[in-house]
């Protein structure tokens, strides 16, 4: 367990290209709330969209997840406990006035860049009067 990277997953970087070649700019792995343990993996600051690239195992996909025979009672732990963290990650940034988008490692990152797009395009286009949230 030791080995698996926290960034640059296979999925990751498919997004990351297909975002690209989309022309959009973006930072990667970034601490965008004052809980540094807590980062997002794409993040478009001047719209305030957070992507997350889930993976099956670890985020508890509904899809794929497996769970080991080995120790079973504690991965079960650990990946509910993933689980509950993302919701709150996802509520804290919310509340920071960030759209949060999650994206399973299983996706396909062309569609999912498009649907990216189309947030961010979104959120620039804000209706006049409506101030961009601040932290």
Do not use: Q, Y
């Not at 975002?19 to 980062?39: E, K, N, T």
């Amino acid at each position: 367990m030791a080995r698996v990277g926290r960034r640059d997953t296979r999925a990751e970087l498919a997004l990351r290209r297909a975002l690209h070649a989309r022309g959009l700019r973006f930072r990667v792995d970034r601490a965008v709330l004052r809980d540094r343990r807590r980062r997002v993996d794409i993040v478009f600051g001047p719209s305030r969209v957070a992507v997350f690239v889930d993976g099956c195992f670890w985020h508890g996909c509904p899809e794929h997840a497996t769970h080991p025979r080995n120790n079973s009672e504690f991965w079960r732990s650990k990946v509910e406990a993933n689980k509950a963290r993302d919701r709150d990650t996802d509520r804290r940034l919310a509340d920071a006035g960030w759209l949060v988008v999650r994206m399973w490692e299983h996706e396909d990152p062309e569609s999912a860049a498009v649907r990216i797009e189309t947030l961010i395009a979104e959120r620039r286009n804000r209706p006049a009067g409506r101030p961009r949230p601040r932290l």
